[in-house]
Structures are given as structure tokens and as C-alpha cells.
């Protein structure tokens, strides 16, 4: 499934020096995952740190936002 990025998606990943890569690899193979209404969460462990990643999916999947969890 094609995996696109909102504008603020993009400006959050590039701010806070998170790969595309591993955005893509929460989403498709993540430790957790929870959903509410439209909205999915999923969590994974990445290079000792845990990434959150907020996305959509529709015909493909908007990443809306991701981040590292404290």
C-alpha cells in the first residue's frame, strides 16, 4: 500500500531527524498497534528509542505525524 506524507508529517519527520525508513517499518511491522475510529497508532522500538507514528488509511496511508516517545 503507497505510504504518503501530510506537510506537517514532513516537517516533523525532518525537525526531529526521523528517517522515512523507520516510519514505514512502525507501520508496517509495529510492536503495537491501537486504532481509533480512522486514526491508527503504532509503536515500535527503534535503535534503543520507541517511535510513534499517526496515520490514516484510505485507499493508501497518510502519515499525519510521528515522534519519539520519552
Do not use: C
Amino acid at each position: 500500500m503507497q505510504i504518503i506524507y501530510t506537510k506537517h508529517a514532513e516537517f516533523q519527520i525532518e525537525d526531529r531527524k526521523i528517517q522515512k525508513i523507520w516510519v514505514e517499518e512502525t507501520i508496517k511491522s509495529p510492536d503495537e498497534l491501537r486504532r481509533n475510529e480512522n486514526k491508527y497508532y503504532a509503536v515500535k522500538k527503534l535503535n534503543g528509542e520507541t517511535l510513534k507514528v499517526v496515520y490514516v488509511k484510505e485507499r493508501y496511508i497518510k502519515v499525519i505525524t510521528s515522534f519519539f516517545l520519552k
